[in-house]
């Protein structure tokens, strides 16, 4: 059984500025999906791990698009692909991609290192500001 390329774009996520603040963040999420069935259970997961990830970044960030593929189909083997894209209005454009057995695990690699993609890419961004 073959999917057909197939997009989703979630309603924007709110994301929450900070432990002490109350300022809500809207990010707007895309999920584009090769040989890859995307039920609810799998949407709500994915906004789910990248509001955990990228929470703390709030309004720096701009959007995110998921990218998720079965390279493989039925053949199996570490064939499940998720690439994460994190647009940085102030910053630039982080790109992640992670291979693994499971497409859950895929993604929780990618997001995770995706957020720390971010979160270097703003700490040079930092740095550069003070230093000059």
């Known amino acids: 059984m073959s999917y057909a390329l197939a997009a989703a774009t979630l309603p924007a996520v709110p994301l929450v500025a900070g432990a002490r603040r109350t300022l809500e ?19 709500a997961y994915i906004q789910r791990r990248l509001r955990f990830a990228l929470d703390r970044f709030g309004a720096q960030i701009g959007t995110v698009a998921v990218r998720l593929a079965d390279l493989n ?31 859950y695990a895929a993604v929780d690699l990618a ?19 003070t230093a000059g």
Do not use: Y
């Open 73 to 103: 189909g039925p053949r199996g083997g570490i064939d499940k692909r998720c690439a994460v894209s994190v647009n940085l209005p102030a910053c630039s454009h982080v790109h992640v991609t992670q291979l693994d057995r499971s497409l």
């Open 25 to 43: 963040v809207t990010v707007r999420i895309t999920i584009l999906t090769n040989r890859v069935l995307l039920d609810e259970h799998l949407r």
């Open 111 to 129: 997001v995770e290192r995706a957020a720390e993609a971010v979160a270097s890419c703003l700490a040079r961004r930092r740095d550069l500001r």
